[in-house]
């Protein structure tokens, strides 16, 4: 209370001047229409701007359930549009293996959404960690996809997380094929670019162009079929052999995840045991 008081009389004068600059301003707004009518519009432009700084504040705090909301969203489009594509092949009589199951039959493929909260892309042997485990019915060998294109495989799990290895690695390989053709090859990182992947063993009969779409096929037994790799960047003929080089852009923007979807393949088991009897 002393401090108060000292502080009041110390600065009693500053004080009883911004008292009456107040009143002044007071009367004036209140007398004469023109300085009232600058008064409110002054007035307005300030809380609007202070309601539009709070409401933005209000927005980015609402930004993790709100992207929660949409990566479910896409997980629940994404078996739809798949489901779509499956419908629209079986009336055209094609050849392609439905994501899903046609009818009242059991559903093939389920997607569980997980959020990125580790990553590597700089390293000979990339992985990432996403913050679902094996009580959400994650497993090893799963496939790993974003909204874009592949991502990986699951290598190891928990009870809450999962890491798993990228594209970006060197050990790992995937069946890639054109999407306009069903020829198929290997794809695999070279340790280099971020973006750019090899595709191996496509022989020089093989007709394509730069800007072709690849997909995934279904001989892995992980991934479904047609899921977005990448587009051929560039591609040579070699004196070595009868393949060509070609160099894939990655679809996936693997410095820019933030949200994957996790395969679930609900016919893995089945097709693995009936495929060991052959050997």
Known sequence: MRTLFAFLIKYHVVLLFLLLQSVCVVLIVRNNEPQRSNFISSSNAVFARVFSVNQAVSQYFNLVQINNDLAEQNAELLK?????????????????????????????YQYIVAKVINNSTNKANNYLTINKGWRHGIEPDMAVISANGIVGIVTNVSQNFSTVMSVLHARYRVSAKFKNNNYFGSLYWQGKNYQIASLTEIPFHVKFEVGDTLVTNEFSNIYPGNIMIGTIESFNTTDNDNFYGIEVRLATDFKNLEYVYVVNNLFKKERENLESLNN
Do not use: R, W
């Open 80 to 108: 739809n549009q798949l489901y779509s594509k499956m419908n629209l092949d079986i009336e055209s009589g094609s050849d392609t293996l439905p994501a899903e199951i046609p009818g009242n039959l059991q559903q093939q």
